[in-house]
């Protein structure tokens, strides 16, 4: 029974963390806002000190005018959609391999979920370097070895083989979730349905995909989250170059190389919008599963 | 009744998950083994996977090249400190929404998940000039408050979720038994909340060592950890590969181990309890 002493205690154990929090997402949150109002050019002397010019919407329409907005965007779904098409797939079959009966299955869980657990930039160059070097690459050994040319992945092939990589380092992630829900699967049902003749590919419809359709639904959510602001794996390998600036980086090279800060906020402040979008969707999952 | 698995099913099933398994693996082995290599063998046509002469210089010149002690001890810092100071912060909050749950205590747990969602490249700007004016650019201080802030929500998130499977009723028991509150938290709740208080140590020390867009934004020379050590290898010169590999691995030893160690409470953690 938490009676009223209690009460008050608990909200002071409370308030540090929520007005630690609150400052974090109020004020970059304020000043963005600010800024994006405003002609903010600190090379050419704008400053806070001196009074920004108010802009109105300009950094707005100016931002979704720009020729490399859209380009972006496009960017940013096929990147955002490749990875999770691939990992959710792979993830679910190798989720379902990985559930069956084996030898040695706590080392191949160990294996498979290694490269979560590289950090960005390191998986980034290792595999700008090692598997993809036109010259000396794993990719370029293989391909020779079949006799083909060697292709040049990080220009020719540049956002694709950015996703491969990102879909490399999320695929342990999605693996080992649904290989959780998996095996909370009551195997009497799987093993009814198989009595009863039901082909693999019916079970698997019926019964599996039904049973994960939760945990996919939260393998989507928290990656999109983590993949709409994917940032190392594109300043290592490409910076930007060859077709792989997302909405992210577009924004940041308008913040940091070219130092327009109205425009950058503008921008920011429209990644801001799209990503509360998504978490909506996430927040109702998580919130749903607090009652329960 | 257990299923009916033939040998041969299992032996196939063995096969695949191996190939799979390795195949996955391979850019990390890959880039160990080659850190063992001279430069020219690193680059050797065909690659070498078993004939060469191990060597250990590269691990000496990139140590003596970039001063990677002092990156790693900067990782250290910044990440354990952010994971101890935001988990002193989260104790209390988690705890006080696990036991004394009020009609808003579903809320704020949501709402301190939403701040996760704030795309850092919002923000980059003002957090920086922040940064500028309480002098904090560069210091490993700065970027321990930022990175405790990043994770603070799913830290109370981990903990909330650990201790809300205490039971009440012990609790009730003690307080029967004439325990005082201090008494109930230090011998009663303490006990039984340490192993989530320990995953959930290791899951954000993790994160935190990984943190790849504040760490390179942030900071310079002085605190620059080990995600920015690496990051200055991203630019070619001459025969590097196997230096590169050697920095790789020194990189992503440490916390590949802690990494294999956490693989059971990374599910929940991730998920914020909505799958275990």
Redesign the interface.
Known sequence: M?TKA??S???T??T???I??LG??L???I??LW?SFTKYLPLRGDS?QRGLEWVGFANYSRFLSSSAFWPSVQTTLIMVGGVLLITVVLGVL?AM??D??????G?????????????????A???????MDP??G?FA?LW??FGAEPVAWLQDASLSSVVTIVS?QW???AT??LL??IQSLD??QL?AAEMDGALVIKRFWFIVLPHLA??IT?VIL?QT?FL??I??EI??TTGGAFGTRTL?YL??QR??DSQN?GL??A???Y??I???I??IF??R???K???A | MARNVTTQRKIITTAAAWTIGLIIFFPIYWTILTSFKTEAQAINDPPLFFAFNWTLENYAIVQERSDYMKFLWNSVVIAGGSTILGTLIAIPAAWSMAFVPSVRTKDILLWMLSTKMLPAVGVLYPISLVFVQFNLLDTRGGLMVVLMLINLPIIVWMLYSYFKEIPGEILEAARMDGATLKEEILYVLTPMAIPGIASTLLLNFILAWNEAFWTLNLTATNAAPLTAFIASYSSPEGLFFAKLSAASTMAIAPILILGWLSQKQLVRGLTFGAVK
């Open positions: 938490a209690s009460r205690a608990a909200r154990m409370m540090p963390a929520v630690l929090l974090w997402m004020v970059p949150l000043m963005t800024f806070i190798l391999l990985l069956q009966p084996m030898w040695g299955q080392v191949v869980r160990i294996l498979i979920i290694a490269p979560f657990f590289v950090m960005p930039t390191v998986s160059l290792v595999w700008k370097n090692m598997m010259v000396n794993i050994h020779r070895f490399w695929l342990p992630f080992l979730i959780t829900a195997s009497e093993e939760r945990a939260i928290i989250i709409l602001s940032f190392a300043f290592v992210t924004i940041f913040v940091i800060i950058g906020s921008g920011g402040v990644a801001i799209l990503a509360n998504v978490a996430l927040m999952i998580v919130g599963n607090l009652d």
